[in-house]
């Protein structure tokens, strides 16, 4: 069975700081990865895929198949980022549902 | 811009009853799922739901639970009679199709308590 893993619970960093979200999976076939973000009070939703190789709102994220990692990272960190964030992973093609690690709650400080 | 929506957005009930969590899909979307987050827990899938069928189930949707399209708008999913531990935030999502590259876009969820 396929397993997501987010070690962080909790990542503060400072306004104009670098982030990276980690996020580590276990999949024996290809997965489709993905990241959702959950700002204060709104629905889960899709930031980015790794298929589309797409920056979306400054973040950017690469499948690293060695290391079966698909880390978050923005170069410069502002205070609307700050969000839960969930890695997801969906193991097959069609109708399966996706398989969430446990999510980290990104906080950034004025 | 077209969104899922649910009802309510908090129910409670005691432990025992039958409940019924209401969902309405983005109208042109043909893939629906469940999916739970017990407090402090990881966002869990239960089940898709395409062609007026189950496509996928997980081990938590136990003989307990059921899904039902009623009608050509609402997604339903129905737990028979309530355990505590059922008491979780209940999500419902919607996507145009069941592989790459349809997004699933969630509803706001319901926040369900059994006492």
């Known amino acids: 069975a396929q397993r997501v893993t987010q070690p962080e619970k909790l990542l503060s960093v400072f306004k104009g700081a670098p982030v990276e979200l980690k996020c580590n999976y276990s999949y024996s076939g290809s997965p489709e990865l993905f990241w959702y973000v959950q700002y204060s009070r709104q629905r889960l939703q899709l930031l980015l895929r790794?298929?589309s190789r797409e920056s979306i709102k400054g973040f950017t994220a690469d499948l690293n198949k060695g290391e079966t990692s698909f880390h978050l990272k923005k170069p410069f960190a502002q205070e609307e980022d700050s969000a839960m964030y969930y890695c997801?992973?969906?193991?097959?093609?069609?109708?399966?549902?996706?398989?969430f690690g446990k999510g980290t709650h990104l906080i950034i400080q004025p | 811009e077209p969104e899922v929506t649910q009802t309510p957005s908090h129910q409670v009930t005691q432990m025992g009853q039958e409940v019924i969590l209401r969902c309405v899909p983005i109208?042109?979307?043909?893939?629906f799922y469940w999916y739970r987050q017990i407090l402090g827990q990881k966002v869990e899938f239960l089940v898709s739901?395409?062609?007026?069928?189950?496509?996928?189930k997980s081990e938590i949707f136990d003989d307990q639970f059921s899904v039902e399209r009623p009608d050509g708008s609402n997604f339903t999913l129905k737990i028979r009679s309530t355990k505590l531990e059922d008491s979780a935030m209940y999500f419902c999502a919607s996507s145009e199709g069941g592989g790459t590259p349809y997004e699933q876009y969630f509803g706001p969820g319901t926040r369900l308590t059994v006492t």
């Open positions: 790794h298929i």
């Open positions: 109208s042109n979307h043909l893939y």
């Open positions: 739901f395409y062609n007026n069928e189950i496509s996928e």
């Open positions: 997801a992973l969906k193991a097959g093609g069609g109708a399966d549902g996706l398989t």
